[in-house]
């Protein structure tokens, strides 16, 4: 079955240090991956996703994130975080064109210091 | 496109009520999931339709919960008869293919 797991519940980070949250996943085969990220009250607003190629994939607000096979790892980078940044952060797995479901991670909650 | 659109926002209602959730996709998109939030359990996909037609409910908790999507721009999901443990935030996507996109969601809350 596949599965998601993000290490890290909370992250307090200073405005203008870089970021990195971490993804884990277990899957069967290619994975699609997504990382989003929710805003307190508000829906989930997509950063990016990885389907194949360029193992680095450039997203949204100045994230990138780097796939990784050999450690099943899809972690989210970001060079200088800034305050607006701070919301909680949700790798996930899914689905591909055959239509699996969608798998979340439990989720990175992300604080940051002025 | 005004992307995916969930009414109503915030729902109160008391148990044993029914109450009924809609969600109209970006209009395109072949899929169609429902999850709900809640702080124990995360995010939890309820139930997924692909064209129209429901391909895993799996997650729907129990034979109270229901969902349709009678046309490609228009899904209900229905909780019949809603209980306190019903309260969550309900979430609506739709997708082309791959990569959802995210309704603002429904709070939930029966007391």
């Known amino acids: 079955a596949q599965s998601v797991t993000q290490p890290d519940i909370h992250i307090t980070v200073s405005e203008g240090a870089s970021l990195e949250l971490r993804c884990n996943y277990s899957?069967?085969?290619?994975?699609?991956l997504f990382w989003y990220v929710q805003s307190p009250g508000q829906g989930l607003q997509l950063l990016l996703k990885?389907?194949?190629?360029?193992?680095l994939v450039q997203g949204i607000k100045g994230f990138e994130a780097e796939f990784k096979r050999s450690q099943s790892s899809f972690n989210l980078r970001k060079p200088s975080v800034h305050w607006s940044d701070a919301a909680e952060y949700f790798c996930?797995?899914?689905?591909?064109?055959?239509?699996?479901?969608?798998?979340f991670g439990p989720g990175t909650r992300l604080s940051v210091l002025p | 496109d005004a992307g995916v659109i969930q009414s109503p926002r915030h729902e109160v209602t008391e148990m044993g009520q029914e109450v009924t959730l809609r969600c109209k996709p970006i209009?395109?998109?072949?899929?169609l999931f429902w999850y709900r939030q809640t702080m124990m359990r995360g995010l939890e996909l309820l139930i997924y339709?692909?064209?129209?037609?429901?391909?895993?409910d799996s997650g729907m908790p129990e034979d109270r919960f229901s969902a349709k999507m009678p046309n490609a721009s228009f899904s209900t999901l229905k909780i019949q008869p809603s209980e306190p443990r019903d309260s969550a935030v309900y979430f609506c996507?739709?997708?082309?293919?791959?990569?959802?996109?995210f309704g603002q969601g429904t709070r939930l809350t029966v007391v």
């Open positions: 339709f692909n064209n129209n037609v429901p391909i895993d």
């Open positions: 996930a797995v899914g689905p591909g064109n055959y239509g699996q479901n969608f798998v």
């Open positions: 899957y069967g085969a290619t994975p699609y």
């Open positions: 209009s395109g998109h072949d899929y």
């Open positions: 990885y389907f194949s190629g360029d193992t």
């Open positions: 996507a739709s997708s082309y293919s791959s990569g959802a996109f």
